[in-house]
């Protein structure tokens, strides 16, 4: 990504203030994908030399009116860090567990797309049935749907986040963790592809054509190694925010 403009003049770290750029990039990125609904999702990222602190979106902005400064410094008790304006509670609750819950987590999405939230209405509801699917089928985890904005609700989470990254909300949508703003956008980008051809297959006429196991297996192997790595959806994730600044994005303040 390119480097983000001077920081403002306040106490705050050249990481966090990265962290901040990445972060409002992904709002608009998302924006621009048409993964919005309203107000009513959110993204977020734990500051690299504050584990315990991490930015979210201010409550009640549309995600192309996100900016680096605009958004929420929370710690892992809830408390907000300056006066940033209000949060979203259920945003708090979700974030928090996973961070929490996996410590290699720096970059946390959550989605509502009529692809996830349609898909999260079938339990188990995934196949790998498609080129897509298997980016990520290996690393799918389904949750059960809990009460919104509880603390039960953010250690089951939390536990449901340690067998797998990219997580199946039933009931409710999408989500996906990663070590890496280019991370957690890839898997969120692969496992929405992967909800929408699974969509479309249960309205044909005729089952799928069947991968065989032996290619299913190779698939994840080869996938772990990938996303392991600093670079899995570098270049993806570099060239969609170019996308969005040739459009007129003005995050980097």
Known sequence: MSAALKQPKTEMTDAEWQTRCD???????????????LINTHMSARIPDQPNHFLINRYGEMFDEITASSLVKMDLDGNVIG?????????FIIHSGVYKARP????????HTRAGAGLSLLRNGLRPISQDALQ???????????????QEECDALGRTCDHGSCVVLLNHGLLTLGP??????????MLE?????????????????????????????????????AEYGLMEWQGVVRTVERKGADFRR
């Open 104 to 111: 290699d987590a720096n970059v946390v999405m959550h989605t």
């Open 136 to 150: 990520i089928f290996d690393d799918v985890a389904y949750h059960e749907y809990g009460v919104p904005a509880s």
């Open 83 to 91: 006066d940033a304006g209000k949060f979203n509670n259920a945003g």
């Open 180 to 189: 890496t703003v280019q991370g957690a956008f890839m898997r969120m980008y």
């Open 23 to 37: 972060l409002a990039a992904l709002y608009h990125v998302t924006e621009h994908l048409g993964w919005t609904d």
């Open 193 to 229: 592809r992967a909800c929408e051809l699974e969509l479309i297959a249960r309205n044909l006429d005729e089952p799928p054509v069947p991968i065989e196991p032996y290619v299913i297996q190779k698939a994840a192997e080869r996938m772990q190694k990938r996303r392991s790595t």
